[in-house]
């Protein structure tokens, strides 16, 4: 199941988002201001490793909450 790593457009904010196969990009919304004028940011952390976390130890802040 991919982790793909979002960049808010409106807040600036950045988020971590699974992706089912069912969902669809579109429907993918910031979770800290609803818009979903996102952007998709190449990163490091598109696969699960065994603890959840990423290879690159970014922040990890981007938890939902
Ligand atoms: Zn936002």
Redesign the pocket.
């Known amino acids: 199941m991919p982790i793909y790593e979002y960049e808010?457009r409106?807040?600036g904010?950045d988020f971590e988002k699974l992706l089912f196969p069912s969902e669809s990009e579109e429907e993918v919304a910031?979770p800290?201001?609803g818009?979903k004028d996102v952007r998709r940011r190449i990163s490091c952390a598109s696969t699960l490793t065994g603890g959840g976390k990423s290879l690159c130890g970014g922040s990890g802040a981007t938890r939902f909450s």
């Open positions: 808010c409106r807040c904010g910031c800290c201001c818009a």
